[in-house]
């Protein structure tokens, strides 16, 4: 057994295309790399998980060895001799682009990720048009007609470049492992994990996967034309369904929230958001939500007012009920849509203003 | 003998296509057992390719085999996921008469991508015989382009190895099940250990692991902890296949045919469940009253617990499996009846009776003198259940090298005897038993005295003294390998002791066959039987495990249950047994005994060791030395493999 104690993260030099550069032991080559100001192009790697090195885009040149290594999930020695730019490493980084953009339909326009996505700008940087495929005479992989879908959620086999991120961040971060990659060679799927045949899928729709998708393969089922990201709006907020706080980013085209994201690095989540958060927006533009305040008239139907009238009307029929009843007879029950703030105000009017101590909130969503 | 035509492995390359066909002599041996008047033409593998035949169909071949790797392609990384595909295609097209002449130029590009940017040795040795291929004979590639019409087509016999997957007996998918422990797939995991070995939880602790030794990834570092790795698997769904034991149907019986197995050893208990899945109904009858055979009264508990035991024939039974204890075949049925009862019969009665050493006064046996598997066998019996008598003294001398004799010696430091010994006639490094053995038996305070050999039990009253050995040294190899050991004249010296205990080697009680059925035996008192079937000189009577092989480690006992299930469904079904084709081309390389180029890439993660218990307290109790990986550790050690599969191509006559 091996634990990493502090005498262990001693710092040990290695040499990054000639310049020597010292990093904590352990560190990846990407890491030493990044600490030497050498950008590594990478596509499967995700800060937040462990390093899976199968896109084959990160390859370097370690002296001594005859095999290039993935810079992601190569652990950096001390005296290690590496090269990150040579005309070799293009070429063969080149190849391996090639080989994913292959597979990978390239009608950008209609693509959500179109202006904002790795793939597209590696493709740019290393030069690869739709022309440079004409040479492999593909034919074309005939994938299962009904591919894994929630009822939030659509994986398009088509698009997926099967970098392994998704699999990982559910089995690493949401702890579920309900999808796995199945088939052999070119037909290679994700697909859901099955104990045995009879049983459920372990997935609970959290999206986690399809935040991560590199090249929006998983793709949620609330619409698809959202917006380019150049004319999106991006505004942080708090989530609004529990306490936990979590920090999101409502993306807004032309008055509407058509989506949310998340940053890695922003909030108590990381990134991270479970199904209500990331795809219950829908209800912010519902025709049955109320905008206005209503009340019934003589007739008993329900009649568009003003907030004044519609206040004092409730502070008046409040403040009966207390006089002629008591003030045991009112109770109030919040909503966890509410902010802490908002809760606590309310709680206060109950026992301060009402005078009972009959508060409920419904907690939970 | 296969001649070679043309053909490349490693660096060295063999021409002999103008050569005079009378003046090609050297041969492959062994390589005509693939199929019976099947001629073999060429072979294609991880470092080369051979022909044996002028008119091999070379282009479609190197398609054949790219097509495979294709199908082979665990999809997780981009070069061997995509681009055997573009290779398949386009070497795909050249054999249909549609190649271009630029297509030869970007197979062999897209050759060295796929070499060089591999994530396992899948992709870093796919393309090698290609590429050796089209340096030694370009012209036939050119041809097939040039000529633009269909290339001839071959009949092809493939099969995805690995060195670890040839060692394994029984040819467990190692890799596979490593990787998905590696992405967290724990179930898929057993259920790829399940198709070969129903008996995950026991292998896991005490295989000796042919597998680890031929591991690549010691020209790195240290081989991945295969056995752990099992182990760890197989206790983290433990209790899952507690639960699930319920609600297991039985497989439905599809034959009437019945089938009896003497003896719930690894043998017996692997034949038994593959038989019963495939249909047939099947009773095991075994002599003592619990299953396991030599791994339950072999094994001390602190290397592998019983519950342990239980737990798989537990799975096994709810396959269907019917189990009889205490029946022993010779002394309540004869072998007559039960062959006549059942459609075939499968002895795997294992090697419980010990062997002598051959010294001066043990014939009269003695008080003090206990055979080291009776020595186990009587404490794995009766210790548990606290009616164990440990034989009386103070000394006790265990004499052998292998694993039962440190497990004799490590057994009686934890019964309390203050010194055990162990004499050895050759040195450490000739030991058959594990190093981890050794190690551990001289940590628990056992002193092993090598190049000592006992000549004379000495006895008073009945009762052993001492012994006298004499002092040994190594001479000339013998055939195994190893030095032969050679006495030391006048050196003989007395060793004062009260317990000896012989564990030197096993013999097989044959009496249940010498009564009213005979069956062939050997000189070395095992069960005759025909090698490729496993069976013996009467039809319908089976054996395999250590009573055909003699001692032998438990998983080549399993590997023969395989074998025999394989054979005895194959004779109920009426057909004509024989191996499966994996089997024979399994044979075929080890016939060839390819060498593989070194692995190249950057190492140093070396192994994660397990902890064991502190000495002082293991020392009191019979319980496992050390627990198993943690979920964090066995991921980062099934990480540690390099997947070196390799994928092996046999092109025959049809």
Redesign the interface.
């Known amino acids: ?2 634990t990493t104690t502090a005498a262990e993260k001693k710092i040990i030099a290695v040499t990054i295309d000639g310049t020597p550069v010292g990093v904590p032991e352990g560190s990846t080559i990407l890491d030493a790399a990044q600490k030497a100001g050498a950008r590594i192009p990478t596509l499967c790697h995700h800060p937040s998980l462990a390093p899976i ?4 885009v990160c ?1 370097v040149s ?1 002296a001594g ?6 810079a992601c999930n ?2 950096a ?1 001390a005296g ?1 001799a590496i090269t990150t730019r040579s005309e070799g490493l293009f070429n ?1 980084r080149r ?2 682009i090639k ?2 953009l ?2 990978h339909p390239l009608n950008c326009t209609p693509c959500p990720l179109n202006g904002d996505c790795r793939l597209q700008d590696m493709a740019y940087e290393y030069d690869l048009t739709t022309f440079d495929f004409s ?5 074309t ?1 005939e994938f299962p007609w009904k591919a894994f879908s929630t009822p939030i959620l659509d994986y398009h086999p088509r698009r997926c ?2 970098c ?1 991120r998704c ?1 990982k961040v559910c ?1 690493e971060i949401r702890g579920l ?1 309900a999808i ?2 199945n ?6 799927v994700v697909e859901p ?1 099955m ?1 045995d045949r009879e049983s459920q899928s372990r997935c609970i729709s959290c999206g986690e996967c399809m935040r991560i998708c590199p090249v929006n393969a998983i793709e949620e089922r609330m619409g698809s034309a959202k917006g380019k990201p150049w004319e999106t709006t991006k505004t942080q907020t708090t989530c609004t369904y529990c306490g936990v706080g979590c920090q999101l980013d409502l993306n807004v085209v032309g008055g509407r929230v058509v989506g949310v994201t998340t940053r890695d690095d922003v909030g108590v989540n990381r990134g991270r958001l479970c199904s209500k958060g990331r795809f219950g927006y829908t209800f912010i533009h519902s025709p049955d939500r109320l905008s206005r305040p209503l009340v019934r008239n003589a007739a008993g139907e329900l009649e568009e007012t003003t907030w004044t009238t519609a206040l004092t009307l409730v502070a008046r029929e409040f403040r009966r009920i207390r006089d002629n009843h008591g003030p045991q007879a009112l109770a109030a029950l919040s909503s966890a849509r509410c902010t802490n703030e908002e809760n606590y105000l309310f709680q206060r009017l109950a026992r301060q203003v009402f005078g009972t101590n009959n508060v409920d909130h419904c907690a939970r969503l | 003998m296969a001649k070679v035509i043309i053909g490349c492995w490693q660096d060295d390359l063999i021409d002999n296509r103008n050569t005079p066909k009378r003046l090609i002599e050297d041969g492959y041996p062994g390589l005509d057992e693939l199929e019976k008047d099947n001629r073999l033409r060429a072979f294609i593998g991880w470092d080369g390719f051979f022909i044996f035949d002028r008119e091999a169909p070379v282009v479609d071949m190197f398609r054949a085999y790219v097509q495979k790797v294709q199908e082979e392609s665990c999809g997780y990384c981009t070069p061997c996921r995509i681009g055997t595909k573009i290779m398949a295609d386009k070497l795909g097209s050249i054999a249909d008469g549609f190649g271009r002449e630029q297509d030869l130029e970007e197979i062999r590009k897209l050759a060295l991508v796929i070499r060089d940017s591999s994530l396992c040795e899948l992709g870093h040795t796919s393309m090698s015989a290609l590429l050796k291929a089209m340096k030694t004979m370009p012209e036939v590639f050119e041809q097939a382009v040039r000529e633009r019409r269909p290339v001839p087509r071959g009949a092809y016999h493939s099969i995805a190895t690995a060195p670890c997957i040839e060692a394994c007996p029984a040819h467990l998918d190692i890799p596979s099940y490593v990787d998905a422990i590696r992405s967290g797939n724990y179930f898929e995991s057993l259920a790829i250990i399940g198709r070969k070995n129903p008996l995950a939880g026991i292998c896991g602790r005490v295989c000796v692991r042919p597998c680890e030794f031929v591991c690549r990834r010691a020209e790195l570092d240290e081989p991945i902890s295969i056995k752990y790795l099992k182990r760890f698997v197989n206790d983290q769904i433990f209790s899952y296949a507690m639960t699930r034991l319920r609600s297991v149907e039985p497989t439905p019986l599809s034959s009437d045919k019945k089938i009896a197995i003497i003896g719930a050893g690894p043998c017996g208990l692997t034949a038994a469940f593959f038989l019963r899945r495939k249909g047939y109904g099947v009773k095991v009858f075994e002599e003592l009253r619990e299953p396991g055979g030599m791994s339950a009264v072999g094994i001390p508990d602190y290397r592998l617990p019983r519950e342990i035991i239980n737990t798989e024939v537990n799975r096994i039974a709810a396959e269907g499996v019917e189990f009889h204890y205490g029946v022993r075949i010779g002394r309540d049925v004869t072998l007559k009846q039960l062959r006549s009862e059942y459609d075939a019969v499968l002895m795997a009665i294992g090697a419980h009776g010990s062997k002598m050493i051959g010294m001066e006064g043990e014939e009269a046996k003695p008080s003090g003198l206990v055979a080291g598997v009776t020595f186990l066998r009587d404490l794995n019996l009766l210790h548990p259940r606290g009616e164990f008598t440990p034989p009386e003294g103070k000394h006790v001398v265990v004499v052998g090298g292998g694993n039962v004799a440190m497990d004799c010696a490590r057994s009686a430091r934890r019964l309390g005897y203050p010194q055990v010994s162990i004499v050895y006639r050759r040195t450490e490094k000739e030991m058959p038993a594990d190093n981890e053995e050794i190690r551990d038996a001289k940590l628990e305070g056992v002193e092993i005295h090598f190049l000592t050999h006992p000549i004379r039990l000495e006895v008073s009253d009945g009762k052993v003294t001492g012994i006298t050995c004499i002092r040994m040294e190594l001479g000339e190899p013998d055939a195994s390998g190893r030095r032969r050991p050679v006495e030391v004249k006048g050196s003989e010296f007395l060793f004062a002791c009260d317990i000896v205990i012989p564990a030197i080697g096993q013999a097989t009680d044959l009496s249940l066959i010498s009564g009213d059925m005979p069956i062939k035996t050997t000189k070395w008192g095992t069960v005759e039987v025909d090698e490729n079937t496993l069976m013996s000189s009467r039809e319908g009577i089976f054996s395999g495990g250590d009573c055909v092989t003699g001692p032998k480690a438990l998983i080549d006992a399993m590997g023969h249950g395989i074998h025999a299930a394989h054979s005895i469904d194959l004779y109920l079904r009426g057909e004509t047994m024989g191996p499966p084709e994996s089997e024979r081309i399994f044979r075929m390389l080890k016939a060839m005994d390819l060498p593989q180029s070194p692995v190249n890439r950057v190492g140093n993660k070396p192994r994660r060791h397990l902890e064991p218990r502190p000495v002082e307290e293991r020392m009191g109790d019979f319980d496992e030395i050390e627990g198993g990986y943690m979920p964090k550790e066995a991921i980062r050690e099934a990480e540690r493999c390099l997947r070196c599969y390799r994928i092996a191509m046999f092109v025959t006559e049809e």
């Open positions: 057994m091996t090195g199968s896109c084959r390859l370690v060895v005859d095999r290039p290594a993935t190569t652990q020695l290690m063969l190849e391996v080989m994913i292959a597979h040479e492999y005479l593909l034919k992989v470049i099967l392994g699999v089995a492992g796995t990659m088939g052999a060679g070119a037909h290679t994990v104990a």
